[in-house]
């Protein structure tokens, strides 16, 4: 099962936090993290009722903490790009989605919110693996921070039991690093590589590899470099691609 925390960055207004920490026990979870947030004192204490021990529970962590230590980050917004021409904001999907995406899996799952006035800017999406936002009235489309803690704890309540582990937020890092790499070596031109590295980080964000899998795609890649590289050892077919400690099938 999905360990899941709901991450508050920079939250403004402590009553917002009291009710994010209620929601979020109102549906089974009680992991809140803060992220430089706003002084918290009675009111945040009276708005949590009974979620008072998630309150005093929460962890205060840095954004770089938050996302070295998940297997998994959720943005939440409600800005949403225009065109798949700017993938800053897309591919986007709803909470149930959401469930749909992460219910297989084991690991780290971090849902992040931002700030009420301005949200969560930029560069916090696109260091993110997905893109969630909330269906609603074009007339009136933004939510309470609260509420939007509640509709997604709502959706992801009762999680079944994963059947495989994610790969780690190392592993993954170090897949991309590789896959960057990899576009040097191909020679892809030095003005995509921002836009294609996002697009490659939003596919296998929400792809949800296994440690075995990221494994192959390293394997597939150095492969590939054998033969690209000028000079470089082919390999026999029976050399195993497997990166260091993945056992052989």
């Known amino acids: 099962m999905p360990d899941v925390e709901f991450v508050l960055v920079q939250p403004l207004y402590e ?15 009680t992991r809140l993290v803060l992220v430089d947030p706003c002084p918290l004192g009675d009111d945040a204490i009276a708005r949590a009722g009974h979620a008072k021990d998630v309150l ?21 917004t ?16 709803t909470p149930r989605e959401i469930r749909r995406l992460i219910e297989p ?17 930029n560069r916090e999406i696109r260091k993110s693996d997905v893109i969630c936002t909330i269906p609603t009235s074009a007339e009136y489309p933004i939510l309470n921070l609260s509420h939007a803690v509640a509709i997604i704890a ?36 030095g003005f995509k590589r921002d836009v294609t590295m996002l697009l490659v980080r939003r596919i296998l964000g929400r792809a949800n590899l296994t440690a075995r899998e990221a494994s192959t795609l390293h394997g597939l890649m150095r ?9 470089g ?15 052989d099938e």
Not at 15 to 29: E, M, Y
Not at 78 to 90: F, H, Q, T, V, Y
Request: a negative charge; aromatic letters at 10%; one cysteine or more.
């Open 15 to 29: 009553g917002n936090v009291g009710f994010a920490a209620r929601a979020i026990k109102n549906f089974g979870f």
């Open 223 to 231: 492969r590939s470099e054998w033969y690209i590289t000028p000079g």
């Open 105 to 121: 899996c084991q690991g780290r799952v971090s849902v992040l919110f931002g700030r009420e006035n301005w949200g969560l800017n």
């Open 78 to 93: 409600g800005e949403l790009s225009k065109s798949i021409c700017n993938p800053m904001r897309m591919p986007y999907y």
């Open 233 to 247: 050892k082919r390999p026999e077919n029976g050399t195993p691609d497997n990166e260091p400690g993945e056992p």
């Open 154 to 189: 709502y959706e992801l309540a009762d999680l079944p039991r994963g059947e495989y582990l994610l790969a780690g937020r190392e592993q993954m890092e170090h897949l991309y690093q590789h896959i960057d790499q990899y576009l040097t070596l191909i020679g892809h031109p």
């Open 56 to 76: 005093e529970s929460a962890k205060r962590l840095t954004l770089s903490e938050v996302f070295s230590g998940s297997d998994c980050v959720i943005a939440t």
